[in-house]
């Protein structure tokens, strides 16, 4: 079993910064990629960016030039720097972790709400 564990959401201001990890553990086979997903109320989880195990990054045109993903093979770990936040941000973040075969396996997810 293969476990994800989110950190780092929380009530930022408009135009602010946060870094969200996850780590992932268990019996993990050779990982194909991690990313992280968001779902606000109302709307259909969607990609937010994504890392290949070679280092191959993509992000939702939504948060290009603000968003950076990068992953630490050797741990395991994932990271999303995000600045300029915006309202529009505010959702439920997903890590997901996608293996060889392929299976995906999800975290429970992390707040993040943009707000004055």
């Known amino acids: 079993q293969v476990q994800l564990v989110e950190s780092g959401g929380g009530l930022v201001q408009p135009g602010g910064s946060l870094r969200l990890s996850c780590a992932a553990s268990?019996?993990?086979?050779?990982?194909?990629?991690m990313g992280w997903y968001r779902q606000a109320p109302g709307k259909q989880r969607e990609l937010v960016a994504r890392i290949t195990s070679g280092g191959r990054t993509n992000y939702a045109d939504s948060v290009k030039g603000r968003f950076t993903i990068s992953g630490d093979n050797a741990k395991n770990t994932v990271t999303l720097e995000m600045n300029s936040l915006k309202p529009t941000d505010t959702a439920a973040y997903y890590c997901r972790l996608t293996d060889w075969r392929p299976v995906d396996y999800w975290g429970q997810g992390t707040q993040v709400t943009v707000s004055s």
């Open positions: 268990g019996s993990i086979s050779s990982i194909n990629a």
